[in-house]
């Protein structure tokens, strides 16, 4: 089992920066694969990003690329997302996400409960 709490999330002007960590606990960190996925209002979940145990090898949308970056602090069992030039359609809320590798996009088995992110243009 693995428990994940999201925190950092909240308010920002488009163009503006934020950044959400999720802390892990449960099963050894070091070892399970990490990522987030968002969910706006009226819309589907989406996959964001996802950064493997092995390597930190990481894989986004191309929507956020170039913007958000992945990564991850083993001792502190935290993953986090760096989102950089933010925009009015990156609003959502943005789930934490952890369990095996079974393809860069898709979900695994454990969530968090979400923190909101929204951009005012």
């Known amino acids: 089992q693995v428990q994940l709490v999201e925190s950092g999330g909240g308010l920002v002007q488009a163009g503006g920066s934020l950044r959400i960590s999720c802390a892990a606990s449960?099963?050894?960190?070091?070892?399970?694969?990490m990522g987030w996925f968002r969910q706006a209002p009226g819309k589907e979940r989406e996959f964001v990003a996802t950064?493997?145990?092995?390597?930190?090898?990481?894989y986004y949308a191309d929507s956020v690329k170039g913007r958000f970056t992945v990564s991850r602090d083993n001792a502190k069992n935290t993953v986090y997302l760096q989102m950089n030039s933010l925009k009015p359609e990156d609003t959502a809320v943005y789930y934490c996400?952890?369990?095996?590798?079974?393809?860069?996009?898709?979900?695994?088995?454990?969530w968090g409960k979400g923190t909101l992110v929204t951009v005012s243009s």
């Open positions: 950064i493997r145990w092995s390597g930190g090898r990481t």
């Open positions: 449960g099963r050894t960190f070091s070892r399970i694969t």
């Open positions: 996400n952890a369990g095996d590798f079974s393809g860069w996009t898709n979900p695994m088995a454990y």
